[in-house]
């Protein structure tokens, strides 16, 4: 088991990570990227089963898809400082010939991505598929997920979501990114998901919540529990509270930094808060 | 000139449904999906045979799809099947993302295509759904005729890597083609060998397309008939090569002129050899209900559609 200060560590440089990439390229998702930090460098260092190196089937190990694409930067950084690509490739997020494309794809035969992502609202369906598949296999490893909460206006999700409920998809653990935030303004506004717990629990979902999704501690208390509640029958839902931008204090509280990189000035001011731990790529 | 007899009439969809048996047997990697269509997909055997690898997903098309690219990365050949229309137009974007772009070894099997789904009328007769499948990228479009070369279409995608999209109808059509035909995705059949003028024909319309061209015997036109059942990868050597003998085309389909096996092959002429061509297909506008017969007949995709065509092309050549 991880020390929590040494994820805590991971996660402050993956926020460098996050913020040099964007800055790089004029381009990309800085704030729904930080705000789900604590819980990439959560899963992927404390929490999934995983073997060494990369096999698309991910036969004997937890696997995890990324339906809200567009937060690609934190999902590399994650994927390269776990070793499933070389840390210098970060530089070539967004550029041509380039196996970083804005947003995931298994196109280009980047080891950690079992799906392409971006158009919003499919990887909660392919992650159930990936779990039926396990089940067949007889696989006992589980299937993670990620989705954005403006994410779930898809009605896709609502498909997938009845599915599993009603199929007893009980091997997946698919947590919502609560940040409350979307590219028009607050999800509340733009089209409210009101209380997502009991519309989960009323499709047969086991739901738990985590308040604070940018405390470590509390991150891995959530996902351990999330993990423990699989094999009961029921899909598990973890809706995670976070805050857009958390660790840069100008893009906290709004939603302006969704997908707008810092000018070089924003970027001294955004690294200063977050000083280098591991090492810059 | 070969004599092709029907060997009694059959549905398309049942021919997939024999494939689908078949390969519930031979191949423990296969698995069915559906949304609420299985009936009309005649997969009943497949899935009394199999049921830990059937997934009925109800009325759910978009998830269907995303579950079936999952399957895949277990290492399992998912078969989804629905109607045409539900199959490619309402999902077009799961198949493009999820399926297509993501290299996902799906097979998309599509029933009802077409104008000959009859009375239902045009909100389930999808006539674009070549077009849609065919542009993307890396995607196989397969249109079988009969029942037997759809039971051997089924059984081949399975073993080929990669998405598929499989087309069949409704109707009971003639049976044609032998039982025991090797299908080799991307190849051109060469029904009958003339020196006149070449009908490509594919799906329903291969069976009209050779009425016409023993009508045209009787009158002194030698026809050379292809079917062309993959029209994506599209055999253009067997195409080149009979209209290099031939010097004019009538290209034949249940599907809208724009986009379709029409359009592959002209891009295919304009490209290595222009020759005069004309296009049986639906003229840029829905369905409605009917008969299969009568629609036929109405939109102009029988076999006396097929010799009108021929002979405006033979003017041309002239």
Redesign the interface.
Known sequence: MADIKDLEALATQVRRDILRMVHAVNSGHPGGSLGCTEFMVALYNEIMELQPGFE????GED?F?LSNGHISPVFYSVLARKGYFPLEELSTFRKIDSRLQGHP???EGLPGV??????LG?????????????K??G?SHLVYSLHGDGELQE??NW??I??AG??GVDNLVATIDRNGQQIDGPTEEVLALGELRPKLEAFGWEVLECENGNDMAAVVEALKTARSRTGKGKPVALVMTTEMGNGVDFMMHTHAWHGKAPNDEQLATALAQNPETLGDY | MTRYTDQGKQDTRSGFGAGMTELGRTNPKV?TLCADLVGSLKIETFIAENP??F?Q??I?E???????????????I?FTSTFANFSTGRVY??I???IA????NVKICASHAGITLGEDGATHQILEDIGLMKMLPGMTVINPCDFNQTKAATLAVAEHQGPVYLRFGRPKVANFTPADQVFEIGKAVKLSEGNDVTIIATGHLVWEALKAAEALETQGISAEVINIHTIKPLDEKAILDSVAKTGCVVTAEEHNMLGGLGESVARTLATHHPAPQELVAVRDSFGESGTPEQLMAKYGLDNKAIETAVFKALKRKA
């Not at chain 1, 698309?56 to 036969?59: E, K, S």
């Not at chain 1, 079992?114 to 158009?119: E, K, L, P, T």
């Not at chain 1, 499919?122 to 396990?134: N, P, W, Y």
């Open positions: 698309m089937d991910g036969i696997l898809f794809t298994t196109h079992r799906i392409a992502s971006g158009s499919q990887g909660m369906s392919v992650a159930i598929g990936a779990a039926l598949a396990k067949l296999n696989d009605g896709q498909e997938a009845m599915f009603s199929k | 698995v830990e690898r997934f997903v109800g759910a978009a998830n269907m799809m995303g579950i079936a690219a999952g399957l895949t990365i277990g290492g399992y998912p974007d799961q493009r993302q999820s772009y993501s290299g996902k």
